[in-house]
């Protein structure tokens, strides 16, 4: 079965880093875009990165293009999320998804960031 496993969330200070992984089994990682997406406290869903399926295409949310970056290694079935200077805005429980912002049906549990001095 799809499994999805996020990690690499914690506190941070603003202005620092963490890079997220998500760990994918039970598909053909490599045939599929994935994509970031976020939910704050009490806020809805918010999209934030999409990668294509070899990762030659990247793609950002105004929110955070120029702070995140996307990757991902079909070797070993993780994509990433490098997340620099980062702000308070930016806590969230940050979730993996299979697919990209228009069309995912598999998602993981979330890994809570929180940005805060």
């Known amino acids: 079965q799809v499994q999805l496993v996020e990690s690499g969330g914690g506190l941070v200070q603003p202005g620092g880093s963490l890079r997220l992984s998500c760990a994918a089994s039970?598909?053909?990682?490599?045939?599929?875009?994935m994509s970031w997406v976020r939910q704050a406290p009490g806020k809805g869903l918010e999209w934030v990165s999409d990668i294509s399926s070899g990762g030659g295409s990247t793609y950002y949310a105004d929110s955070v293009n120029g702070r995140f970056t996307i990757s991902r290694d079909n070797a070993k079935n993780t994509v990433y999320l490098q997340m620099n200077s980062l702000k308070p805005d930016d806590t969230a429980v940050y979730y993996c998804?299979?697919?990209?912002?228009?069309?995912?049906?598999?998602w993981g549990k979330g890994t809570q960031v929180t940005v805060s001095s």
């Open positions: 039970g598909f053909t990682f490599s045939s599929y875009a």
């Open positions: 998804r299979k697919g990209n912002r228009w069309a995912s049906d598999y």
